[in-house]
């Protein structure tokens, strides 16, 4: 193919390009968009040019052969960067990488075995406050309930702190920046101009920058020092410039981690909840594994090779709901993939939730089946097929973090309860910066031995 050759995309209007089908519904553009034009797929948004990524080996290509030829500078991590500054997601260059130096020794799996029992302690704090919903049978949105768990989480772990006082005002404003970020409006390119829009941004922005302030603050003010990564952060000094961060820098950070390390793993979780509702068979086999490793024991990080199947179950969730469902590169220079030409400034789109239903790497795509994850599956699948945490230098810096704590969430959960769909509720897929359920996820809560799951698992055994 001739090397100038554009990728085949769907006809867009004259002056907008997509970007009306973007904002209306960007999963269905681009879904259809695979569906109708294959693996790489051309798209405009106003002036932007944009590229569709659905292959694996393609997508191996941008975040890691040639990575150094694709950073963040595009429309989606500008806008990112309005809320997060210039933290370890966002940042680029020699500078992200003396970040992620400095941070990485904090992630490291023995690091995240330290955290195992203030995950399940956090996790059993949750449930006691469940009983009276267990004994009222009353519906509640587990996605908001794995919203509150997984922020109190990630507080405790890295910054030590309590933040349950805030939790609702930090839901409130998450809510309101993640919508205005995955609901692209045209007025946003002119970010000067006021709007009510903007105004309400910039309003919940500040409220997320107070509780990041107040976490601050108390670590500054304290007397004792906890070996945490938020004092890594105060202490740290270049090796250069023998300075240490700048409030702004340490502002950043903080508020990166505490959002990027609660809001997908809840997502992660809710997801699961709604699959294991609707797989009475994986269900039963996941309360089946639960119980032969762990009997009424609470779950601790020796348990985690035992808990095999509760992993895989989390794996194929995040298959089909991958809470970072699309994640995007710009190219700095000229490339060229699967006999494209891709010039400099174009947007590189990589969307998991269409990856992760490739015909070509998975069977049946839509079907919720956690045994494509044993490990010899697992082996036969290529390179980049399976991304929830991307891939690359730029990996996700949580991921073992993030599969211990949903691990761990699950087993503890499972031995006391099953969880139930209320069937009038509606559940739509939401996908703004994280993959949400639009009116959260309505469940009530079972015991985990009842006699009906008892039956199930009996009529699913014969
Ligand atoms: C199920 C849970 C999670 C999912 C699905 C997820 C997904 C991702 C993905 C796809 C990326 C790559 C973004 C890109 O390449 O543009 C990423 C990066 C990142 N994640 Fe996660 N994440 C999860 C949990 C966490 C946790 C628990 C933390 C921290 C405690 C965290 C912190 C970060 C940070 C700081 C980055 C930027 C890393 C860098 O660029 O060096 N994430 N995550």
Same mark, same amino acid.
């Given at each position: 193919?001739?090397?100038?050759?554009? =990728? =085949?995309?769907?006809?867009?209007?004259?002056?907008?390009?997509? !970007?009306?089908?973007?904002?209306?519904?960007?999963?269905?553009?681009?879904?259809?968009?695979?569906?109708?034009?294959?693996?790489?797929?051309?798209?405009?948004?106003?002036?932007?040019?944009?590229?569709?990524?659905?292959?694996?080996?393609?997508?191996?290509?941008?975040?890691?052969?040639?990575?150094?030829?694709?950073? *963040?500078?595009?429309?989606?991590?500008?806008? $990112?960067?309005?809320?997060?500054?210039?933290?370890?997601?966002?940042?680029?260059? &020699?500078?992200?990488?003396?970040?992620?130096?400095?941070?990485?020794?904090?992630?490291?799996?023995?690091?995240?075995?330290?955290?195992?029992?203030?995950?399940?302690?956090?996790?059993?704090?949750?449930?006691?406050?469940?009983?009276?919903? &267990?004994?009222?049978?009353?519906?509640?949105?587990?996605?908001?309930?794995?919203?509150?768990?997984?922020?109190?989480?990630?507080?405790?772990?890295?910054?030590?702190?309590?933040?349950?006082?805030?939790?609702?005002?930090?839901?409130?404003?998450?809510?309101?920046?993640?919508?205005?970020?995955?609901?692209?409006?045209?007025?946003?390119?002119?970010?000067?101009? /006021?709007?009510?829009?903007?105004?309400?941004?910039?309003?919940?922005?500040?409220? !997320?920058?107070?509780?990041?302030?107040?976490?601050?603050?108390?670590?500054?003010?304290?007397?004792?020092?906890?070996?945490?990564? $938020?004092?890594?952060? !105060?202490?740290?000094?270049?090796?250069?410039?023998? *300075?240490?961060?700048?409030?702004?820098?340490?502002?950043?950070?903080?508020?990166?981690?505490?959002?990027?390390?609660?809001?997908?793993?809840?997502?992660?979780?809710?997801?699961?909840?709604?699959?294991?509702?609707?797989?009475?068979?994986?269900?039963?086999?996941?309360?089946?594994?639960?119980?032969?490793?762990?009997?009424?024991?609470?779950?601790?990080?020796?348990?985690? @090779?035992?808990?095999?199947?509760?992993?895989?179950?989390?794996?194929?969730?995040?298959?089909?709901? /991958?809470?970072?469902?699309?994640?995007?590169?710009?190219?700095?220079?000229?490339?060229?993939?699967?006999?494209?030409?891709?010039?400099?400034?174009?947007?590189?789109?990589?969307?998991?939730?269409?990856?992760?239903?490739? @015909?070509?790497?998975?069977?049946?795509?839509?079907?919720?089946? @956690?045994?494509?994850?044993?490990?010899?599956?697992?082996?036969?699948?290529?390179?980049?097929?399976?991304? /929830?945490?991307?891939?690359?230098?730029?990996?996700?810096?949580?991921?073992?973090?993030?599969?211990?704590?949903?691990?761990?969430?699950?087993?503890?959960?499972?031995?006391?309860?099953?969880?139930?769909?209320?069937?009038?509720? @509606?559940?739509?897929?939401?996908?703004?910066?994280? $993959?949400?359920?639009?009116?959260?996820?309505?469940?009530?809560?079972?015991?985990?031995?009842?006699?009906?799951?008892?039956?199930?698992?009996?009529?699913?055994?014969?």
């Amino acid at each position: 193919m001739a090397r100038s050759a554009t =990728p =085949p995309g769907p006809r867009g209007h004259l002056v907008l390009g997509n !970007l009306r089908e973007v904002q209306r519904d960007p999963l269905g553009l681009l879904r259809d968009g695979f569906r109708e034009h294959g693996d790489v797929v051309r798209l405009r948004f106003g002036t932007t040019r944009a590229m569709l990524l659905a292959h694996p080996g393609h997508i191996g290509h941008v975040l890691h052969d040639n990575h150094r030829n694709y950073d *963040k500078h595009n429309v989606d991590y500008t806008m $990112l960067r309005r809320l997060l500054g210039n933290g370890l997601l966002t940042s680029d260059g &020699a500078f992200w990488h003396r970040q992620r130096r400095l941070m990485a020794p904090m992630f490291h799996r023995q690091r995240v075995a330290g955290f195992c029992n203030l995950m399940v302690n956090s996790t059993l704090e949750m449930l006691e406050r469940w009983d009276a919903l &267990a004994q009222s049978g009353e519906p509640f949105d587990i996605a908001a309930e794995m919203t509150r768990l997984t922020l109190t989480i990630v507080a405790k772990a890295l910054f030590s702190a309590d933040v349950s006082d805030d939790a609702e005002a930090i839901g409130a404003a998450l809510t309101e920046v993640n919508r205005q970020l995955g609901e692209f409006s045209l007025l946003d390119m002119f970010w000067m101009i /006021p709007t009510p829009r903007k105004r309400r941004f910039r309003a919940a922005v500040q409220t !997320l920058d107070e509780v990041v302030g107040k976490i601050i603050d108390a670590r500054r003010r304290a007397t004792h020092r906890n070996e945490d990564l $938020l004092s890594m952060l !105060l202490d740290a000094v270049d090796e250069e410039t023998n *300075k240490g961060m700048t409030p702004r820098q340490v502002r950043d950070e903080v508020l990166t981690l505490l959002l990027a390390g609660h809001e997908t793993t809840a997502n992660a979780l809710a997801w699961t909840w709604y699959l294991l509702a609707q797989n009475p068979k994986a269900e039963n086999k996941l309360h089946d594994e639960i119980v032969s490793a762990l009997g009424e024991r609470a779950p601790s990080a020796l348990d985690l @090779p035992q808990l095999r199947y509760t992993r895989m179950v989390i794996e194929e969730s995040m298959r089909l709901y /991958p809470p970072a469902w699309a994640i995007s590169r710009n190219a700095i220079g000229e490339d060229e993939i699967g006999g494209y030409r891709v010039r400099p400034r174009t947007s590189m789109i990589i969307c998991s939730f269409v990856t992760h239903r490739h @015909p070509s790497f998975w069977e049946e795509p839509e079907r919720f089946d @956690p045994e494509r994850f044993s490990s010899e599956r697992s082996q036969r699948r290529p390179d980049f097929a399976y991304l /929830p945490f991307g891939g690359g230098p730029r990996i996700c810096i949580g991921n073992a973090f993030a599969m211990t704590e949903a691990q761990l969430v699950v087993a503890t959960l499972a031995q006391r309860y099953r969880l139930r769909l209320m069937p009038e509720h @509606p559940v739509d897929l939401h996908p703004l910066v994280t $993959l949400r359920p639009r009116h959260g996820i309505r469940m009530t809560l079972h015991p985990a031995d009842d006699a009906a799951a008892a039956e199930t698992r009996g009529r699913a055994a014969r």
